[in-house]
């Protein structure tokens, strides 16, 4: 007889660099934090007197995309639950993404039903689901600290009034107590509050700086041990995808995808990690990303982007703003779309640049002016196809631009 069982699990073990891929997702939560000791302590220092039945201060938490905020705070949040139950004082913290829930109403009715209190998804006033969450809130004796990740969010929805609100509903409880911990990426987000907002909720600053490529190899190496066995991975791999995302900022989240990618991209090359799949890893993230922002670009940026991809492929030489403008022209009249003045284009072109999808280099041509030396910063191929992808542009599949110098050849 054939000895059959457990061929899954030789199967998904064989050529597996993973012992547990789920813990390099960025959704899992490590008990340990290297680097954020301090401002752990900070915050934990701000809300240590609601175990003592006090108010703590409101909160603010900056930092930029990947600095540990989100995860840090929900450490904080479950340490302080843990400590209150063991204290027998009921203090219990409630957080909230404003990406995900993103209205005032949505945000108050989110908080009554925490309380068990049913309030419908829509449909009553917003002031009816504030009253009833605060009595809901007020009818015992406790300590809530309210979390509001990426509060930014809901500023500009009419969000100021539940902020307004939220900040100051101390004075209008009995017996709960409330204290509020917004956190942004967005270090500016405070410059558009009403300043009575701002100064109440941010009574304390937190400040997240971003990591160093140092720092994120601990993050890194402390995430790696449980998750990649140890001879599926080369010694130049961490360090490698540490510098990689410092220098995109210090982002522990772009360092975490691109170890997992890299794994990912070994995995089906039946190989072990090594510097060049994260050297590919990182060309794929960075594809993705472009991908993702060129989908979403209005359609005369996109026309923009297709000409010069168009041009670039008659051309190696950089090009420049009068050449796009040509060859822009000529798709406007082929998709009957309206065409743009050059200088509306010139800025297009330079938004463009800012989103890291192309380069363009002012330079100076002497008692001609200045023009704008254009080259690609991705890979033309898979760019063209999601721009062919917007229906307005499809007929320009197989329309071939070439730019002027190659014209008058
Ligand atoms: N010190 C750390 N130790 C271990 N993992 C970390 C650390 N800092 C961040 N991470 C991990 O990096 C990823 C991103 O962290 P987090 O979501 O907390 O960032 P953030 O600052 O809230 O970013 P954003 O502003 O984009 O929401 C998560 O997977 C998190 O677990």
């Known amino acids: 007889m054939m000895d059959t069982d457990g061929i899954f699990d030789d199967l998904l073990d064989e050529n597996s660099v993973f012992k547990n891929k789920e813990m390099l997702r960025p959704s ?29 201060s409101n909160i603010l938490i900056y930092g930029k995309t ?23 004082v009921n203090c219990s913290v409630i957080y909230l993404n404003c990406k995900v829930v993103d209205t005032q109403y949505r945000v108050l009715a989110h908080l009554a039903r925490h309380f068990n209190k049913e ?51 101390n004075q209008d409880l009995k017996r709960a107590k409330v204290s509020i911990i917004g956190i942004s990426n967005d270090l500016k987000f405070t410059d558009i509050l009403d300043p009575r907002i701002k100064s109440s909720l941010g009574e304390e600053d937190i400040i997240f700086p971003p990591y160093n490529a140092d720092q994120l190899r601990d993050i890194l190496k402390q995430r790696s041990e449980p998750s990649i066995k140890e001879e599926a991975i080369s010694d130049e791999v961490i360090p490698l995808c540490a510098a990689f995302a410092a220098q995109e900022h210090g982002d522990a989240r772009r360092a975490l995808d691109l170890l997992r990618v890299s794994g990912e991209l070994a995995e089906k090359e039946g190989e072990k990690i090594k510097e060049k799949h994260v050297r590919e890893a990182q060309d794929k993230i960075e594809l993705d990303r472009v991908v993702e922002v060129v989908k979403t670009l209005p359609t005369q940026s996109k026309l923009v982007l297709l000409c010069i991809i168009k041009l670039k492929q008659f051309k190696d030489n950089d090009l420049t703003t009068g050449e796009v403008y040509e060859g822009y022209q000529e798709l406007c009249k082929r998709t009957n779309m309206e065409t743009l003045t050059q200088r509306r284009v010139t800025d297009l072109i330079s938004e463009l640049d800012m989103l890291g999808i192309i380069n363009a280099v002012v330079v100076s041509k002497g008692r001609y002016g200045r023009t704008k030396e254009i080259s690609l910063s991705i890979s033309a191929d898979e760019i063209k196809e999601v721009l062919l992808d917007d229906y307005r542009l499809s007929n320009l599949k197989n329309y071939n631009l070439s730019s002027s110098n190659q014209t008058k050849l």
């Open 28 to 56: 899992y939560t490590p008990d340990k934090l290297p680097h954020r000791s301090d401002q752990i302590n900070d915050i934990a220092r701000i809300l240590v007197p609601a175990l003592r039945g006090e108010t703590p």
């Open 66 to 88: 990947g600095t540990g905020k989100t995860v840090a705070a929900k450490h904080i949040g479950r340490e302080l639950e843990k400590k209150g139950e063991e204290l027998n």
């Open 119 to 169: 309030v419908p998804l829509t449909g009553w006033p917003t002031d009816q689901v504030y009253q009833e969450f605060r009595e809901v809130l007020d009818n015992k004796k406790r300590v809530v600290t309210i979390m509001l990740d990426e509060i930014d969010k809901i500023i500009g929805k009419s969000g100021d009034d539940i902020l307004y609100h939220l900040s100051r509903i």
